[in-house]
């Protein structure tokens, strides 16, 4: 029963919550800019005000382009289900393990390629090939760091793996810290932020994300935004409660502590959004083609990461 | 806690840590292979060595053996300042190329990179069977650094560049120094000096190659000893 309505409370918590985070992650680079920058609210506004526009499609367009947003939405939506958040104890957790979560993910991602194909723009088709070739390196490299986790904890369920880790078992792993690097790596790439892709800007040379929902509009697009704040929430969520899993509560905590969980689960994502926003605003923004560096990097990092399990004699 | 449980529980957190700090190291070696530009490289260089004084402090403390903060001394200050400081001057007063030309792209020796880590792995593991399990991943991460720095030797063209994975190759041996019990002071200082008496003699071998072919690329050095053709 608990589990039900913790379940149920994460999956509105999470919809509620990804607008702030994006607002949070602007503050510290408009402020860094020397601008005062908008409230941490702005993308509710945002949303709101494009829930209530009309929405405009291309006449060369099918069906596909009509229904890709809410597939997109509901996918993302559903992926961040799974991962536990401010507790353990929720009814999505054991329904699915994390490679479930990447292939969801996956799914996402082909449609909104398919939506950006789908008009016959340039821009769509260029943002669908480049957002392919980021995936074909990403994907894996997402993959490796989960199963060199795995080994490490001997599960693929992300709440296994959360009290596998509290319950003291594993020290200061190398391996989970050349895990964490690579995850980070491969974040930055998923959501599209600096070095990788810009979300701010719509520079024709460089876009990737925003080339392929530039032909939505009205409730389409606020979708596909609010897609993108869910899956940035998403990442933060599977990096903050798999290597910093501390504070969160477990199956039989009461409300005291999952309340707990909650305001540890909320800190660690606001601190990780300030974090990403200094760092955005320290890098630059790299070359298409230095993608493929940068995400083979994070692979030979997973790779790494699992090498280095079985010289520790952790597997 | 008991005095035993101490020594084992500290035991833990300083094989963790030493093993933390190496890995640091090598991911400073993938750095050094994955950074394009040649004052990026010296700076990452330049971090390297500070990291590996940390690792010499560290077994210095764990194991209580003073003569080793010496060693993290001079690691820190030959090689991560007079050495890097020399690098610059020497980029500076060559007015060499920033960027770094490498004979194979960045992704395949990456790639052959990680393919050396797991070689040394393999070598050291059955080697070492019976050590500890301490000592076994500091010769493993030790002897990764190293080959990494021979595979950056190998695939640069740009002689500077190759001075700095002979350097960072050495911070490998000093790295697999430092973590066995008993190195002699003595022969680490003479390693440390004989890393600077190299320098040197890097340096003039610089200033006498590019006045014989206004170039540091090494590719000229190969066809004047007809090696190509």
Known sequence: MTAFFFGLLHTVLVLAVAPLLTGLVRLPKARLQGRQGAPAIQPYRDLWRLLQKESVIADSASWLFRIAPYLVFVSVWLAATIMPTFTTDMIMTPAADLIALVALLGTARFFTALAGLDTGTPFGGLGSSREMFVASIGEPAMLMVIFSLSLLTHTTSPANMIAYVTGGHIGIEVSAGLALVAMVMVAIAENGRIPIDNPATHLELTMIHEAMVLEYSGRHLALMEAAAMVRLLLFMSIISSLFFPWGMAFVDDGVAGVALGLLAWLAKVSALAMVLGFFESLVAKMRVFRIADFLGGALLLALLATIFLYVSEAV | ?229
């Open chain 2, 1 to 229: 806690m008991t005095s035993a449980d101490q020594i084992v529980a500290l035991g833990h957190v300083s094989y963790d840590m030493a093993h933390l700090i190496g890995a640091v190291i090598l991911m400073m070696s993938f750095g050094l292979l994955y950074q394009r530009r040649l004052t990026a490289v010296i700076r990452l260089y330049s971090f390297q060595a500070m990291v590996l004084a940390l690792a010499a402090a560290w077994q210095a403390f764990v194991q209580d053996a003073p003569h080793l903060y010496a060693s993290a001394l001079i690691a820190l200050l030959f090689k991560g300042i007079a050495v890097p400081f020399a690098l610059n001057w020497l980029v500076r007063r060559l007015g060499i190329h920033r960027t770094v030309e490498t004979a194979l792209g960045i992704g395949p020796t990456m790639i052959a990179g990680v393919g050396l880590v797991a070689l040394s792995i393999v070598l050291v593991l059955p080697v070492t069977a019976s050590a500890a399990a301490m000592t076994r991943e500091n010769l493993a991460l030790a002897m990764s650094v190293v080959l990494l720095g021979l595979l950056m030797m190998i695939t640069r063209r740009n002689a500077v560049t190759q001075v700095v994975g002979f350097m960072s190759l050495e911070n490998g041996l000093i790295l697999a120094a430092v973590g066995a019990r008993g190195m002699p002071l003595v022969v680490e200082i003479s390693i440390a000096f004989s890393v600077l008496v190299a320098m040197a003699l890097f340096g003039i071998f610089f200033f006498r190659i590019r006045e014989r072919f206004d170039s540091l690329d090494i590719a000229y050095l190969e066809t004047f000893r007809g090696e190509r053709r």
